[in-house]
């Protein structure tokens, strides 16, 4: 049997139709060719979240009405490219399943009998992770637009609850995956309907903001893989609502409201969002772990500024409760960023909280004291 050599070459061979996102970060549509270049060493993963590369596999194989839904968390070497062993040891597995015949293009009626087999390699696999319901949720709204298929059933009361069409007290009866679906295809929204749900988000409870929030980090305002975006100044004036109620919400010591409304904005492009994080760390009593940790996963983009970066690993290294090597690590495996987090680490005075922390970082992984080097 001719090996398989990589799952984009799976995909080619059984000439299905594939949907691939990211799911490490931001819910972003994947080539094909860039899976390609990232499993034959040619380039890293250019969205890495804890060591891993993650994604979804929406394929639907001829003859199969369903799409098959794989989520793979592909192990990372230092250099945010792919250790193959746990991907090839998978290709080997799902090779002696379905056999070489289901692997030609053109057998829909090998792969239709084997469909069932395809979807049950995900049972005890090690590279198989479960998202949590709102990345599911919101994946399941966006992979529904992508392959040409109707919104949820639950998209209209979701839709009209966030229009102001429902009190504020009926958020029970509305779906976690209407809201998904109604934000990932706020576009289709009239004016009317969009400035009312962004009025709304003004005076939501917390648990539906949050939920809302949930839902906005895998569709930041402004983003540009946005599947259906609203106009740039009703998108401009959603991630100004957000940063209100975030704002709001640190005045009142809610952390967690805080942290929602921080996730869901920071990967937004726009100014205002930058700004927003200057201003968080700009004040010592701000720079919480959880607040590091949300600018850390979702804000990473807004960090490769020369001012911005070593403020931020400053605070860091200052942070009793945030693991300093963890998250300097996972920043330094995005590839934009990985040259200027390197170099921000060696310039930083080795006297410096930056440099202490540094210091005991490289001492956990040789196992012993690292003495600061003195720079003449």
Sequence with gaps: ??????????????????????????????????????????????????????????????????PLVWFLALPLDEEGRLSPPQRDAFLERLLTTLGQTALSVGRSDLLQAEAGKIDNLMQDNPLAFTPDDSLRAMLHARASI??????????????RYLAAQLPLDDWPSVGLQGIADGLTRRGEFTNELAEAMIERIGYLPDTPLRALALCLEQAPPAHPQLAS?????????LLDSLIRRGRT??????????????????????????????????????????????????????????????????????????????????????????????????????????????????ASLTGRTVAPTQRH
């Design 1 to 66: 049997m001719t090996p398989l050599s990589s799952l984009s070459n799976f995909f080619q061979r059984t000439g299905a139709d594939v949907h691939l996102y990211h799911l490490g970060r931001i819910l972003s549509p994947l080539s094909l060719e860039e899976l390609e270049a990232f499993e034959t060493q040619q380039q890293p993963w250019s969205q890495p979240f804890k060591g891993q590369a993650r994604l979804a596999c929406v394929f639907r194989p001829a003859g199969i009405d369903d």
């Design 146 to 159: 992508d392959c040409d298929r109707p919104a949820s059933q639950y998209y209209e009361q979701a839709e």
């Design 229 to 237: 975006p609203l106009t740039d100044s009703l998108e401009a004036e």
């Design 249 to 362: 919400a640190r005045e009142l010591g809610d952390l967690e409201t805080l942290c929602a409304c921080l996730r869901a904005a920071a990967a937004s492009p726009l100014p205002a969002a930058a700004e927003w994080l200057d201003m968080l760390l700009a004040d010592e009593s701000a720079a919480s772990v959880d607040v590091l940790v949300a600018i850390a996963a979702r804000g990473y983009a807004h960090l490769e500024d020369a001012e911005r970066l070593p403020t931020f690993l400053v605070r860091l290294a200052n942070c009793p409760q945030a693991s300093f090597q963890a998250l300097a690590r996972d920043l330094a495996l995005i590839p934009r960023l990985r040259l200027p987090v390197l170099m921000t680490l060696r310039n930083a005075e080795p006297d410096s909280a930056l440099g202490l922390a540094l210091g005991l970082a490289l």
